[in-house]
Nanobody
C-alpha cells in the first residue's frame, strides 16, 4: 500500500522559513515526478512545485513561490522536500505532497497534508 506522509508544517512568522518533507512508502518513486500543492481556506487546491525525472533535476514552480521555495528529492530515502523561505501571510495553507504525475497537475498518489500557518 502506497503512503505519502508529510511533516514539517507548523507556525512561522512572515519572513521566516519552514522545511516540509514527504516520505513515501510502499514503492519507489525514484523514476516518477513528485510535487507539492496547497489549499488555503475557502480556495481551491493549487500547484506549488514539482520535480520531474525525465530531465534529471528538472523543477517547476508556481509564480507565487518562485525564488522563495525550493523543491528537492532524495531518491535513496524516497523523500521529497520543500524548503520555504521568505514566507508570506498568503502562504498559509494545508500543503499536500503528490507522487507519480499522470498528466498536467494530476497525480496518482496524495498525502494527507500538513498545515502551514504564517503569522505577522
Amino acid at each position: 500500500q502506497v503512503q505519502l506522509v508529510e511533516s514539517g508544517g507548523g507556525l512561522a512568522q512572515a519572513g521566516g522559513s519552514l522545511r516540509l518533507s514527504c516520505a513515501a512508502s510502499g514503492r519507489s518513486f525514484s523514476g516518477k515526478a513528485m510535487g507539492w500543492f496547497r489549499q488555503a481556506p475557502g480556495k481551491e487546491r493549487e500547484f506549488v512545485a514539482a520535480i520531474d525525472m525525465w530531465i534529471v533535476g528538472s523543477t517547476r514552480y508556481a509564480d507565487s513561490v518562485k525564488g522563495r521555495f525550493t523543491i528537492s528529492r532524495d531518491n535513496a530515502k524516497n523523500t521529497v522536500h520543500l524548503q520555504m523561505n521568505s514566507l508570506k501571510l498568503e502562504d498559509t495553507a494545508v500543503y499536500y505532497c503528490a507522487a507519480e504525475r499522470i498528466l498536467g497537475n494530476s497525480y496518482k498518489y496524495w498525502g494527507q497534508g500538513t498545515q502551514v500557518t504564517v503569522s505577522s
